[in-house]
């Protein structure tokens, strides 16, 4: 065992098991662990795992006893650093599974109606996410080492247990409160059952005190189930003492001191003499266990083990709190029969001398603390709870608030008089918000660090009802680093803010808003189509657009983009709008200046490049989504040709499918239907097809001029006749091959010319040029603006390039007469092809025609018209 082990084993030696911790700012988990580090230095941990600590940010609740008696303190636990633990990529699935799930119950109960039985499964999804993740670390576990919770577990715990408070407490709000009617004063009565159930009926604010009360108890229910402890062998009280006072002298195990000499309960108080060692273990223990049954609100079962110990008179102290009603008081009964009254005629003196037993020093303080928690003394249990959990100090707090107010309503009603209570138990009456001032400001550190976890904040203002202060304080977790919000929070953060809509709760819409995108933004990471949909159709149009492109983003793959999208159309999200942006994101996108020049040397594509073809893809899916392809398209491709990076540019157009024009056409029916943007996109779609085609062709020709001509064969010495022949064959042969060149050759290259001349000779307007369309052309837009200005701009580009080709073609094949008809396309004014040309280019050309004039000249052809003419 290394260092790290040994330690850990020594630290969790007096560490109890509990499911309560919370992530907490760095600064309240570096003064807690200042406050104990003198433990953390006696067993070996150095600085790099108290900043692992800070970095976890947990602490557990001590819940067993110390050999003391006592309920042992808090110990800083190192889940996180544990060598069992879940591992990452568990809990990443785990988080997954819940997102999942979360959705599937969102999606089944979509009405407001249904709002609480959602709830309910959310809840049995984080009971089955726990349960499966207690099983899955149980299995790791080696023999001899203690469970220890991950910060996860801890946070699904926390979370499932704000989720019953909240079902618990707008339950109420919302239809209790609702068809609770205007009720009317009630009279003077002697049942103090009727007084407080008509109060109860009457008073929303004390009804959500004991809602909040039971939920305590049952969170501590749940988190503490009751262990088998053995006390004695027999349901006898202090038997040991008993042993002693009978066999004096005989006992194998006698006390060391004198111990009292009557077994009444009054007798250690009133012969001032301790019972056995042995009972008084016992005995402490046992009031521990007491205290313990009445914290998780079972009184009956803290009865029930005082009778066992063979300590009924105790039993009955826990009795005397219960309200007393006589229901024979007020029935109309004719027969002799008497229904039993419940409760104590007399409870008014079992408080005041049960007070005067919580204030007493003789008694041990878990005995006080039971007392109290049963007559309103809240020191009696704060003296036991400080060094226990936030939520042990809340309940002792709201105990006494609802005892004081039940107690003043039944003075005020009741018919009988009553003995006084002292003026501090009248003086505690406190507000829920005083309550909690109290709790951020108390002397314990533990308690008041714990005050500012996430999750006692969320349930202090879910007690409180103020959701727009929740709110605010969300915003600034979001914001900050002080709390960092890990994807379960956010999880559930989203689906609390969009319970609070479904319920038509006010709070600030904005700032929702961006719960909901933070969550979306973890979701995207897990690359779940419906998830990310789902949640990105609840914002706002805008915000819904950049975050859905967000996650186009990250998708590839023909199938997966397919599904993206159909997930988004069946959530109601703007497809249209969302694919044509994503595209445009793309198209945006710029390469380093250096990377742009070397593209465009090399011919090769940068990753930039290649995803904003790729991108284009997202306008293939739908049929009515083509005209904007043809749109996007065209304006990558000049994009490329501007770059002069023709594969690219070739690339692009092979994205669009070949059923694209026809489809279009379908859409609309007739071309005078067709929308200006589709028709001009047509247009220009065309346009660039002949170009690349010509281009190609070009491409092709120069392959076959240069590279395709048969090598003649090399001059041999032939000395014999086999050699001539060989010789001659080979010749033959050469000759053969080169008139099958020179034929393919003609041809290509008319076919070549045809494909250039196809670009300068453009039908209508020409190529690059719109024509008139059927509908007005917006010349406001900017981006018709901007697209007028690159048609220009490659026309000037492009065409003196063409011009270019078309004349180097005919030289090469020696067609020096129809570069003449060249000189007569490009000055003809129906197309006015001249105007394209800078005065440089266009004398450079022209002087390369001269060229070709003079050639036919010193051929004694015509040097102006050429023969091409007259055929």
Known sequence: MNKLERSLQLLDEPTVQSNRGLLRSKESVRYLQQQQQHQLGSSGLGDSMLDSLQDVGMFRTGGDLDRNGSLSGSQISLNAGSTVSYSNANLREASKQLCEQFLDVLQRYNNAAEVFEAIDELIKSLDGTLQQMNVATKQLLPAGRQRHLHAEEMWLSAERETWMLMSCLYRDRMITQKQDNEMEDLPLVHSEQTIITHLYMGNGNLREYQIVVDWLEKMALQQNEAKSDHYMSRTVAWENTLHQLLEVGQTAFGSGRAVVKSLDPDAPIREKRPL??????????????????????????????????????????????????????????????????????????????????????ALDPYTKATIGALCGHLDSMVEVLSEHSWYDMLWAYLKVQIDIRVESEIRSHCIKSYLPMPDRYWNGKMSLEQIFDELEAHKSARISFAAKDVDKVIQKYIMLDDMPELMRIVDGWLEGTEVVLLPQMLRFLTHFVMFLRQIGKTFQEDIGDRVIKRYVEYLITLGQPNLVAYYT????????????????????GTEQRKQALEQAYSFGLDVPTVTVYTVERYRALEPPSEDATSTTASGTLTEIDKLKIAALEWLTFY???????????????????????????????????????????????????????????????????????????????????????????????????????????????????????????????????????????????GWLVDTDTAQPVPDDDEDWQHRAVQLENLRKLCIPEIVLLLHQLHTLTERHSENLLLADVLSSETRKLYTVFSKHKLAETLTKIAESSLTLMNNRQDPFVGEAVRK
């Open 537 to 556: 159709a609840a914002l706002p149009p805008a915000m819904a657009l950049l975050l859905y492109s967000q996650f186009l983003e990250t998708v590839s």
């Open 623 to 765: 049929p009515d989504q083509r005209g904007e392809l043809l749109w996007q398209t065209n304006a990558l491709i000049r994009y490329f040709l501007a770059r002069r990076s023709i594969e690219a540019a070739r690339q692009t157009f092979a994205v669009v499918p070949a059923d694209t024009i026809e489809l279009i056409f379908t859409h609309y029916g007739s071309k005078d239907d067709i929308p200006c943007k589709e028709e001009v996109s047509i247009r220009e779609y065309l346009c660039h097809q002949t170009y690349l085609g010509a281009i190609d062709g070009y491409a092709a020709w120069t392959q076959l001029f240069y590279n395709g001509k048969p090598k003649a064969p090399p001059a041999v010495k032939v000395t014999n006749f086999t050699e001539r022949v060989t010789s001659e064959h080979r010749e033959e042969t050469y000759r053969r091959e080169l008139a099958k060149w020179e034929a393919q050759v003609a041809s290509v290259t008319n076919q070549t010319r045809d494909l250039l001349y196809n670009v300068l000779l453009f039908p209508e307007a």
């Open 276 to 361: 056995h060692d042995l009972d008084m273990e016992d005995q402490t223990r046992l009031s521990v266990r007491v205290f313990q049954e009445i914290r998780r609100g079972q009184v009956k079962e803290a009865q029930a083990r005082c009778e066992h110990c063979g300590q009924a008179w105790k039993a009955a102290v826990l009795e005397g709190w219960r309200l007393h009603h006589d229901p024979n008081y007020d029935a109309e009964s004719t027969t002799l029969m008497r229904d039993p009254i419940e409760g104590n005629p007399r409870r008014d003196l079992w408080k005041k001398f049960a007070w005067q037993m919580a204030e007493s020093r």
